[in-house]
C-alpha cells in the first residue's frame, strides 16, 4: 500500500536535517511510480467484438496517452494462439477519436482478445506492483530526494567561513553518493540499462494521503 512506499521512502533518506518535507517525499514518490510504470508497465486483457470492418474500437480500459498496444488474438480460442501481426495493425487517429485499424475486417460479432499496458495503481486500498518492486521503488524515490539534499548543501555554503563551506560540500558529496547508490539498486533490481530513454510527462494515479489515510501535510517530517 501506498503507506508501505512512505515508509520505505523516509527510512532509506533519513533526512536528520529535516529540509524534506511530506509533500517533497510524496512528489519524488510519484516520479518514481511513473518511472516503474514507463519500466515494468501493468498488462490488461479484454475481447473486443468485430463489427463486420477493418476498425476496432480501443478497449474501455485504455488509457489514453499511456497506454501501449501489445497484440491482437484473432481468432480466439487456437492453439497456439494466433496473433495479428504488428505490421497489419495499427492505431488510426480519426478526427473524434482513436481506433485500431487493420489491414483486413473483422466479421461482425467475431471476438478479438487485446492485450495492452496501463498504469499502476497505488493508494491506501490498492497496489497493483509486485511486492518486490516496492523497495526498489522507494529506492529511486529516495534517490530524487537526496539528489535535491545534494544541491542544496553543495550551494549553501558561507565563503566568508571556510570551515562551513567544506563541512556542507562534503555532506552534499555524502547525500550525492547514497543517491547515486539507490537509483543503481533500482536499475540493477529490474534488470534495466539505464542508459535507454524513457518517455517523459507520465502522469501516475497516486492518492497524496499520509500514512493514516487523512490529508496531506504540510509540516516538515519528524525523524
Not at 480519426?94 to 487485446?114: C, E, F, M, N, Y
Not at 560540500?169 to 543517491?179: L, V
Amino acid at each position: 500500500m501506498l503507506s508501505d512506499y512512505q515508509t520505505l521512502t523516509d527510512n532509506l533518506v533519513r533526512d536528520d536535517t529535516t529540509k524534506i518535507t511530506v509533500a517533497d517525499r510524496d512528489r519524488a514518490l510519484g516520479l518514481a511510480f511513473a518511472r516503474y510504470g514507463k519500466d515494468r508497465p501493468r498488462t490488461k486483457v479484454e475481447d473486443l467484438v468485430g463489427a463486420g470492418t477493418n476498425e476496432l474500437a480501443l478497449p474501455v480500459g485504455w488509457q489514453e496517452g499511456f497506454s501501449d498496444l501489445k497484440s491482437l488474438e484473432h481468432p480466439v480460442g487456437n492453439i497456439p494462439p494466433t496473433f495479428i501481426a504488428p505490421e497489419f495493425r495499427r492505431l488510426y487517429q480519426k478526427p473524434a477519436s482513436t481506433v485500431i485499424q487493420l489491414d483486413s475486417a473483422i466479421g461482425a460479432g467475431q471476438a478479438v482478445r487485446t492485450t495492452y499496458t496501463i498504469r499502476h495503481q497505488v493508494d491506501g486500498v490498492t497496489d497493483t506492483i509486485p511486492v518486490d518492486d516496492r523497495e526498489p521503488i522507494a529506492s529511486y524515490a529516495a534517490a530524487i530526494l537526496l539528489d535535491e539534499l545534494a544541491a542544496f548543501f553543495s550551494g549553501a555554503s558561507d565563503s566568508t567561513i571556510q570551515a562551513d563551506a567544506v563541512d556542507h560540500r562534503s555532506r552534499g558529496d555524502q547525500f550525492a553518493s547514497r543517491a547515486s547508490r539507490l537509483r543503481k539498486f533500482y536499475f540493477d533490481q529490474l534488470g534495466i540499462d539505464p542508459k535507454r530513454e524513457v518517455a517523459a510527462g507520465t502522469v501516475v494515479e497516486l492518492d497524496v494521503r499520509d500514512s493514516l489515510g487523512g490529508p496531506r501535510m504540510t509540516h516538515r517530517l519528524r525523524r
